[in-house]
Nanobody, 119 residues
């Protein structure tokens, strides 16, 4: 069965760093684009970053560009989100997403990990 399990969230002070991980199983990870989304309280889920199946192309939301880095290790079926210079506005539940378009869209979501940026 398909699983995406996020980890690495927690409480961090403004200006600090966190590294999120998302371990995938139950599907062919290397064929899927992987993304991170986040949802703050009272707000809609928003895109954060994405990386293509081979890792060659990455895109970021303007709000996190130059602070966050998405990467993947296809040998470990894991995608990462390195978050630096964290701001209180980065506080949210962060979700991992896997997506592939073959005839139809295949997409999977993790359960989320809480990131809180506060002094």
């Amino acid at each position: 069965q398909v699983q995406l399990v996020e980890s690495g969230g927690g409480l961090v002070q403004p200006g600090g760093s966190l590294r999120l991980s998302c371990a995938a199983s139950g599907f062919t990870f290397s064929l899927y684009a992987m993304s991170w989304y986040r949802q703050a309280p009272g707000k809609e889920r928003e895109f954060v970053a994405t990386i293509t199946s081979g890792g060659g192309i990455r895109n970021y939301a303007d709000s996190v560009k130059d602070r966050f880095t998405i990467s993947r290790d296809n040998a470990k079926n894991t995608v990462y989100l390195q978050m630096n210079s964290l701001k209180p506005s980065d506080t949210a539940v962060y979700y991992c997403n896997a997506r592939r378009m073959v005839v139809r869209e295949y997409t999977y979501w993790g359960q989320g990990t809480q990131v809180t940026v506060s002094s």
